[in-house]
């Protein structure tokens, strides 16, 4: 029988883990100890073999060589259940949450002892006990497929938490959190590592979260170690510098200082439900001028969702308009097209890529049925391939090879791929991103700004959805705050109170 005691973490060493897929080498002789009762960061820029080597701890892959060390003796770990026998569990950063299923069916999912017959009394009984000591509240019988995505993440953590996990791997798990949320639930995980009752590694790429948080780094670059350390004992331009081999800062956004234009996109009462017929998006009333981002703030399942689906055709309206250019837009590809609006969705590779499909097939999903990309119905691969080869160098998508499936690809470089596909053509009138840097290292969190802060420069309507407030602040010029369905604060950046900002997002 599952209960919610924890016990004290396991050691975890793995000592010289090699991996190879065919004749490329993600990890190679890395070495790393997790101690019981620390927050220990695994660092790196994207496609540094990070996600492999927790893999290899959670028995998706088997190494080559080397040895995964728990308690003090090699293990064999063949399956997550492996893995979750030993007390040590993950949170994936691409969802692995039922979406037809509830909150409480995903929680109990993952149990090894879960009974072929279910008493639902008694479980209930046990998973309302469980939630009322959690550090954060999901509706326990709300339809996974209704939660934005920052709701299905904390579901992916308190999963873990529900399962006994005493030794937790995070893979970026306040990606698509507001700062006070991840403070919330990375302070209540940093309480249970001080009490000695859970180990974390985290994959992350916010320094804040490691200075703040954590006890020790482990650094990964192309596969390889880089460096160890104590938080204590290192600067973040250290960090940084082992990640890429070289000392960097961060980045200053420069934005010009052109007024903002005509508007564009004009959003006139809109209302929709969301899956369950409750409505969603309660009356939106917003103008994105010409050469101007108009940020949208607030905790993740406040409508957000909803009204990019709205704008990208996704989800009918009940009752209002949306304008382009002054004129009546219907979200049909034909006036998508027309109006050259342009919409980069969050989970890319689930809602804007075909991850079976070649990078470059994906990268020409709007235009493959034109020429010269296409010729009397049928297909040209020379064109195509021509198209995606100029984007991927471009863009910068690696590896730099239109045939890979783009499912195949780091986070950063499916983004990067959607990005070139999206702004390749240099024709965008409007720009809707929403959380465009989910998941990504500050190097491409840096790439992709520029490129919003390029459109917006060259005249561009950009509508930015994000959840983390530092973003929105440095990128947009003016900010509003979406909360249950309805925009409740609209300022100039420069004007943004931060504190009423945040009281905002709270109501």
């Known amino acids: 029988m599952l209960t919610t005691h924890l ?6 060493e793995l000592v010289n883990v090699t991996k190879r897929f065919g004749s490329f080498v993600a990890n190679e002789n890395i070495s790393m100890e997790v101690s019981p009762g620390t927050f220990h960061a695994l ?15 959670m028995g998706y892959h088997k190494c080559e060589e080397g040895d995964i060390i728990v308690e003090g003796a090699s293990r064999d770990i063949r399956s997550p259940q492996d893995a979750c026998k030993l007390g040590i569990g993950m949170v994936y950063q691409h969802f692995t949450v039922v979406p037809s299923m509830t909150v409480a069916e995903n929680l109990i999912l993952g149990r090894p002892d879960i009974p072929a017959l279910i008493d639902w009394k008694a479980e209930n009984k046990r998973l309302e006990a469980f939630m009322e000591t959690a550090p954060f509240q999901v509706p326990l019988h709300a339809l996974i497929s ?6 299905k993440q904390k579901v992916e953590i308190l999963k873990q938490l529900y399962l006994n996990s005493r030794l937790l791997i995070l893979d970026e798990p306040t990606s698509v959190l507001t700062p006070g949320e991840a ?12 009490a000695e009752k859970l180990s974390v590694l985290i994959i992350t790429h916010k320094f804040r979260e490691v200075t703040d948080y954590c006890d020790e780094i482990t650094v990964l670059r192309k596969g390889k170690f ?43 009462e809109l209302r929709a439900n969301r899956d369950n017929g409750v409505e969603g998006v309660c009356g939106v009333d917003l103008t994105v001028r010409s050469g101007e981002i108009v940020g949208i703030a607030g905790i993740s399942g406040n409508g957000q969702r909803e009204l990019v689906e709205i704008l990208s055709g996704q989800r009918p309206l009940t009752s209002g308009t949306v304008k382009v250019n002054g004129q009546p837009y219907g979200m049909t590809r034909a006036e998508i097209e027309k109006n050259q609006i342009y919409i980069l969705p969050e989970e890319p590779l689930r809602n804007a890529c075909s991850s079976l499909m070649s990078v470059a097939e994906n990268l020409v999903l709007r235009t493959f049925d034109k020429a010269p990309l296409s010729q009397r119905g049928f297909l040209n691969p020379r064109a195509i391939r021509n ?6 160098s ?36 409007v720009l809707i991103a929403a959380n465009p840097c989910f998941g990504l ?67």
């Not at 016990?7 to 975890?12: F, K, N, Q, Y």
């Not at 209704?146 to 709701?151: F, M, N, V």
């Open 7 to 12: 016990h004290s973490p396991p050691s975890l």
């Open 43 to 57: 660092l790196g820029e994207n496609g540094a073999g990070k996600s492999t080597l927790v893999k290899c701890i």
């Open 146 to 151: 209704d939660l934005a995505a920052g709701q």
């Open 183 to 194: 403070d919330e639930v990375l302070g209540m995980l940093h309480k249970m590592v001080k």
């Open 226 to 268: 880089a460096g160890a350390g104590k938080v204590a004992d290192l600067t973040t331009s250290e960090m940084a510098r082992m990640m890429m081999g070289e000392e960097r800062t961060g980045k200053t956004v420069a934005k010009s200082e052109a007024a903002p234009g005509a508007p564009l996109l004009e959003l006139q």
């Open 387 to 392: 198209v995606a080869t100029s984007l991927i």
């Open 394 to 429: 471009r863009f910068r998508v690696r590896p730099p090879n239109p045939a890979n499936a783009i499912g195949n690809l780091s986070g950063g470089n499916v983004q990067r791929a959607v990005l070139a596909r999206e702004l390749g053509s240099g024709t965008a009138k």
């Open 441 to 507: 290292d500050f190097a491409a969190v840096d790439f992709i700004h520029s490129q919003l802060l390029e459109a917006r420069n060259r005249g561009v309507a950009v509508l930015l959805i994000c959840e983390d407030l530092d973003e929105l602040l440095s990128l947009a010029d003016r900010i509003v705050v979406m909360t249950s369905g309805r925009l409740v604060y609209n300022a100039p950046v420069t004007q943004a109170n931060i504190k009423e900002i945040g009281e905002k997002m709270a109501e």
